[in-house]
């Protein structure tokens, strides 16, 4: 037999010894040489967030500006001038900002106005005004404060388009069609950001619960999903999470660094010429004192004495910052607690009390939460 033949022959064997070598071996083995190896090193490394009241360095309470029928987008006349209202947008602002505020561009441009004022620069008023700047109008922002001491700097900062949005038994069906209007515009321009020094990236999200948790409509969550928009909500078995839990599901989504992003947006506003103006505006009358013939009225829970609107309420959520963990990068709800690691912090929190207007945090949600987290990160294996 020549040197050839030989080795042609020799190979195969060589692989079939080895096939039967594997199959012989215990199936664990195969799977993980370590029994922690799927929590340790495999594909979804879920690090585990430490927990202490002592590393808690701010709580805050931001107050969500909330209507039963959904954000109010109409156009109404005030004396001489033309008000586009953009305001009442639930938890959902941060969301639905530029959509929105593309909806309100279309009302001003109706009026071929070229000066503009926008009241408000939180995440919707400063959307609004980059928006009419692209269409070529000269837009001044009034406001009572700039960030970061705006409501817009309390909100935990991640994609939740529908998060009390509206009461779908109150909202008319047709606001439906609105809301996913706006949606997939703000979901194209946010993807305009991504890649920018991380004022919007993607994160993991992860949902960690006993048993499969029962939904209620109208009780605060998201009533409205555009399928597709997102990677789908995946279920992960036991050997893909290391959570003491039965019901576990993951999903990537967008999160936005809050300070990061709310000053390369006013920012951008003021390189392309717009005006910041620090002026309260309480009264109609001080809407009629404005140059401006087209204003449009940003203001969130500040519309409600002005404009009358009695519909109007605040949902007060509160946040306990953590002490940034350099291997935390993903989101985390749980029954009664949930976090969010951002650049400027880790975010806990969870409540939504409709009607509150007292942004005094409270110790013993801050203990709760806390506690909750603290418990599930007790429990992880690993």
């Known amino acids: 037999m020549n040197r050839r033949s030989?080795?042609?022959r020799a190979v195969p064997a060589s692989f079939a010894i080895g096939a039967v070598a594997a199959s012989c071996a215990p199936k664990s083995q195969q799977l993980y040489p370590d029994k922690h190896f799927h929590i340790s090193r495999?594909?979804?490394?879920?690090?585990?967030?430490?927990?202490?009241?002592?590393?808690?360095?701010?709580?805050?309470?931001?107050?969500?500006?909330?209507?039963a029928s959904g954000p109010r987008l109409d156009v109404?006349?005030?004396?001489?001038?033309t008000i586009v209202h953009n305001y009442g947008h639930g938890g959902s602002g941060w969301s639905l900002s530029w959509g929105t505020g593309n909806i309100a561009r279309k009302n001003v441009l109706a009026t071929n106005e070229k000066k503009i004022a926008v009241l408000g620069c939180g995440t919707v008023g400063i959307a609004t005004a980059r928006l009419l700047q692209e269409s070529g109008c000269e837009v001044t922002i009034y406001t009572k404060d700039v960030p970061p001491n705006i409501t817009s700097n309390l909100a935990t900062g991640t994609w939740s388009p529908a998060s009390r949005v509206c009461d779908v038994k109150v909202a008319k069906p047709e606001f439906r069609t609105v809301w996913e209007?706006?949606?997939?515009?703000?979901?194209?321009?946010f993807q305009f950001?991504?890649?920018?020094n991380e004022i919007a990236c993607w994160a993991e999200e992860y949902g960690v619960f006993r048993e499969m948790p029962v939904y209620t409509p109208g009780a605060g969550g998201e009533d409205f999903e555009i399928e597709g928009l997102l990677p789908e909500r995946v279920k992960l078995d036991s050997r893909e999470h290391p959570f003491k839990a039965n019901h576990v599901t993951r999903r990537s989504n967008l999160m936005f660094n809050i300070p990061a992003y709310l000053r390369h947006q006013l920012t951008d506003f003021v390189m392309f010429g717009g005006k910041v103006k620090i002026q309260e505006i309480r009264?109609?009358?001080?809407?009629?004192?404005?140059?401006?013939?087209?204003?449009?009225?940003?203001?969130?829970?500040?519309?409600?004495?002005?404009f009358n609107d009695e519909e109007l309420t605040p949902v007060s959520g509160q946040l306990s910052c953590l002490i940034p963990?350099?291997?935390?990068?993903y989101k985390l709800y749980t029954q009664g607690a949930n976090f969010i690691s951002r650049k400027d912090g880790i975010f806990i929190g969870s409540n939504g009390i409709v009607g509150n207007w007292d942004t005094?945090?409270?110790?013993?949600q801050t203990e709760k939460t806390v506690g909750i987290l603290q418990k599930l990160m007790e429990e992880m294996k690993g």
Do not use: W
Not at 181 to 189: D, G, L, P, Q, Y
Not at 360 to 364: L, R, V
């Open 181 to 189: 209007e706006a949606t997939r515009f703000s979901f194209r321009r």
């Open 283 to 306: 009264k109609p009358e001080d809407i009629d004192a404005l140059q401006e013939n087209v204003v449009v009225n940003c203001m969130g829970l500040g519309a409600k004495p002005v």
């Open 76 to 81: 109404e006349k005030l004396g001489n001038k």
């Open 360 to 364: 005094t945090p409270s110790k013993e």
């Open 325 to 329: 963990q350099s291997d935390i990068h």
């Open 6 to 8: 030989f080795f042609a």
């Open 193 to 196: 950001l991504l890649g920018m």
């Open 42 to 67: 495999g594909y979804h490394q879920i690090p585990k967030l430490r927990l202490s009241t002592d590393r808690i360095v701010k709580e805050t309470v931001g107050l969500r500006p909330f209507r």
